[in-house]
Structures are given as structure tokens and as C-alpha cells.
């Protein structure tokens, strides 16, 4: 299927829910630290649409 870059705050038993219903819907899941991604409005904007 597809490849998802999934951004996790590792350790949140929600993001782990999420990652296993992809993993088993055949997607491969490459899960990054929210935390440490460098967000500035042009990094973000790709994921509003923009």
C-alpha cells in the first residue's frame, strides 16, 4: 500500500493505537518525533491545504 511518515510523540498510547491500525491495513509506517521536527509556517503549510 502506501508509505505514511507518521509524526508521534513517542510514548502516547493513542499515536501507538494509530500506527498498529495502519501497520495492519498494509501501509508501512515511518513514525518521527513531533517534538524535534523543526516546524516553521512554510514546513506546516503543505499540511493545511496550502
Known sequence: MAMIVFYEKPGCS???RQKQVLSQSGHDVVALDIRVQTWTPAT???FFGA
Open 14 to 16: 493513542n499515536n501507538a
Open 44 to 46: 506546516l503549510r503543505p
